[in-house]
């Protein structure tokens, strides 16, 4: 009796930490990104501040916080070469480095140069409005996901400026690809080209 | 962030509040904190104006004030026996609005809070993660606990119509930290490591170190800044090596470096902005990172092969990463074999810092003999916010937190950082070396002597133990640097060299032979 009880309990307690963090985090801003640029380990900055590895791609380059020792030994065998990151993107300020943008890889491993063109693919799951130009914002739709404000490109269809019109101030789920923005700034400002927006859904930031 | 966070409050709102107004010393009050202020640091109190609507003026610690003062103002505030800050540089002039920064991590802060603040959005500058805003009416203690209530918001602070570029001499500046043969520098004033590790007592004496070289290694120096020009080691014509580029022309494009180099030899007495802890050292250009800051590991052996090869006494490394190799412990045991100091900056991480002790940095970490590690206190004796600690791995504190010291194209500015505290080691083991030894050489003997002198006199600080030099060779729990014990040693001793520690971490035995011809 007692055992059948644990294993209830424990079956309950299994279930419920499976379901919580999803759907938790369903809810909470983030940005999902899949990058293949060119990998390099064993970085050293000013005041220590990296977390030793990084992918550049089109100009762009992000910290990687690689999750364990076989990332990290991947990334050593791999010091400038090809690579696809998958994981979420984060902004912190820091002391020497001013603006740090780190990936916490979730998966890392060799890039197809051939099936796979150097950049990086987004899912944010934000909010979309309007830019404010008056804040030095770009004009156009913006979204605002975990403190970082992106521009958006959304002439891949027709139809997608009106639907975002439609979310403004509202969550959503936005897939595209980080690109170089046109506008006569240096370095100019990255912006996103929207492939799909949607509502969020149960399983809007897959993993 | 608690202390960052209500400095820049107090900055913010006694600024805004100050404007225009005239006040009186009974006009303040120091007010214990409520559970209201509790994300205040433990020792902060807040000063209130006693006026019908108790606004906020700004936050003091212990009874000294820690807010700016506006130009015109700092009568009114030593009126009130508060002590003022003096390394603070003059702000010519306030704004109305203020910058309000986003939390690290965190989102926004949000048009909710800005709407109880009563702030109006006037820009959101993303690429310095700060909100630019404009007060809808005075500033009030409604606007302080609508920001202090939101996690998004790191800190708010004037947005100062002022040139850093250069820093302006204050008015403080003409009360001298030191009396005697102070040097002219204007700046100086604004130097509290100086005076913190006791190097103002030792200049009337001593000063100057021309036979050492500090080799800077980082992003290059500024090596035509009218501060460092006279300073600067040279070998036909060029200042040391650009390994990031690989080329011979060591320029600095980011100023971290020129801000290290400063520190260590900025010339003294020379009339013209700040003063290095030693007043003329050679300054050796290294250069490895890059605009943004990174750089290679592999580059930073060559560094450190080349300086060695080329005469250093000391290597100054405001750098890290937290993997190690093979090849930079060998350069650096290679440096120790040839009596080499290396000093190492034990890195940053904002929130708190990191256990260099459990979660390494590197070189910061390594057991070499040569290596000392160095930690960042603030003005207070306090650890920086960020720096890094380690029992075992982080050997002495140093000044990093406000430190005003040479930025490129004849600028000066004002960094954080373990970057910072690593040169003020470096630039006093320039003055041990110099003083101890009448024929300063990279020696091992020299080298170990060097470093068991800047060690046993590391001033103790109760707030610092429990973080660094507690391993021998360091020998001070919670120690700080400290030369001023150089005021009472005769000059060019003949002192009886020490052998090098018997325990400790720092013990790594030269096994490899190196041919320095071998590097550039």
């Known amino acids: 009796m007692l055992q059948l009880t644990s294993v209830l309990l424990l079956a309950i307690g299994v279930s419920t930490f499976a379901a919580e963090p999803q759907g938790a985090k369903q809810s909470e801003p983030s940005i999902r990104v899949e990058c293949h640029g060119k990998l390099r380990h064993g970085v050293v900055a000013m005041g220590g501040e990296t977390t030793g590895s990084t992918i550049t791609f089109d100009g762009t380059t992000w910290e990687l916080k690689l999750p364990d020792e076989v990332s990290r030994t991947f990334a050593k065998e791999h010091h ?128 | 962030m608690s202390t960052r966070l209500a400095f820049y409050f107090g900055a913010a709102l006694l600024g805004m509040c100050l404007c225009g107004d005239s006040l009186d010393a009974d006009d303040w009050v120091v007010v214990p904190k409520s559970s209201r202020e509790k994300r205040l640091a433990p020792e902060l109190d807040l000063l209130r104006h006693c006026d019908h609507h108790h606004r906020f003026k700004g936050v003091s610690r212990k009874g000294k004030a820690v807010f700016d003062v506006p130009s015109g103002q700092a009568e009114n505030v030593q009126s009130m026996s508060i002590a003022m800050n003096s390394d603070i540089p003059r702000i ?10 986003y939390a690290g991590q965190g989102a926004k802060p949000s048009e909710a809070t ?92 001593f000063h100057e170190t021309p036979k050492i070289i500090v080799a800077v290694i980082d992003t290059g120096v500024d090596y035509n800044h009218p501060d460092l020009k006279a300073n600067m080691w040279s070998k036909n014509g060029r200042y040391g090596y650009d390994f990031y580029d690989d080329d011979d022309d060591p320029m600095d494009e980011q100023n971290h470096g020129t801000h290290c180099a400063g520190t260590i030899a900025g010339a003294g007495n020379n009339g013209v902005g700040v003063v290095g802890v030693s007043w003329k050292a050679q300054i050796m250009a290294m250069r490895f990172l890059g605009p943004d800051g990174n750089g290679s590991t592999s580059d930073a052996v060559k560094c450190i092969d080349w300086a060695v090869a080329n005469g250093a006494h000391i290597l100054s490394n405001s750098w890290a990463g937290p993997d190690t190799s093979p090849e930079l412990a060998e350069a650096v045991t290679r440096a120790e074999q040839r009596g080499v100091l290396f000093v190492a900056a034990a890195g940053n991480t904002g929130g708190g810092g990191n ?31 960020f720096t890094h600690y380690g029992k075992r791995t982080v050997d002495i504190g140093a000044p990093g937190v406000r430190i005003v010291s040479t930025t490129r194209n004849n600028t000066y500015d004002k960094y ?77 001793g003949n002192p009886t060299p020490n052998q090098p520690s018997p325990v400790g971490r720092r013990l790594v035995e030269n096994r490899m032979k190196v041919d320095p011809a071998k590097f550039r």
């Open chain 2, 92 to 101: 010519s002039t306030w704004g109305k609005r203020l910058l309000i920064s």
């Open chain 2, 114 to 205: 800005l709407k109880a603040a009563g702030l109006n959005k006037v820009e959101d500058y993303e690429r310095g993660s700060f909100l630019v805003v404009e007060p809808q009416d005075a500033v009030s203690s409604k606007t302080v606990e609508a920001l202090l209530g939101d996690d998004a918001v790191a800190y708010a602070a004037p947005d100062y119509f002022m040139s850093i570029s250069p820093v302006k001499p204050t008015a403080e500046a003409a009360q001298p930290l030191i009396t005697g043969s102070a040097p002219n520098d204007p700046l100086l004033n604004q130097l509290w490591g100086m005076q913190n590790i006791g190097a103002t007592q030792v200049w009337p004496s």
């Open chain 1, 80 to 207: 400038k070469n090809p690579v696809t990151a998958v994981g979420t993107l984060r902004r912190v300020a820091g002391t020497a480095v001013p603006m740090r943008w780190i990936v916490d890889v979730e998966r890392l491993f060799k890039s197809d140069v051939g099936t796979h063109k150097e950049g990086a693919s987004l899912t944010v799951l934000g909010t979309l409005r309007a830019g404010d130009v008056a804040a030095g914002e770009s004009p156009g739709t913006v979204i605002e996901a975990a403190g970082i404000t992106w521009p958006l490109d959304l002439s891949s269809d027709s139809s997608n400026q009106s639907r975002a019109e439609s979310f403004f101030g509202k969550s959503v789920v936005l897939t595209g690809r980080l690109e170089r923005g046109t506008e006569a700034k240096s370095p100019p400002r990255p912006i996103i080209r929207v492939n799909k927006l949607d509502a969020p859904t149960g399983n809007a930031v897959p993993k």
């Open chain 2, 416 to 492: 954080d950082g373990t970057s910072m505290a690593a040169p003020h080691v470096a630039g006093a083991a320039a003055l041990v070396w110099a003083k101890t030894f009448p024929s300063p050489a990279p020696d091992r003997a020299q080298m170990t002597k060097v470093r068991d002198l800047l060690y046993e006199n590391a001033r103790p600080v109760p707030a610092l133990k429990g973080l660094w030099g507690y391993t021998a060779p360091a020998r001070v729990p919670g120690g700080v640097l400290d030369i001023s014990f150089l005021n009472n040693t005769p000059s060019n």
């Open chain 2, 355 to 385: 256990d260099n002790d459990t979660a390494p940095y590197f070189p910061a970490a390594l057991p070499n003999a040569n290596v000392i590690t160095v930690g960042a206190i603030d003005v207070n004796n306090a650890p920086g916010s």
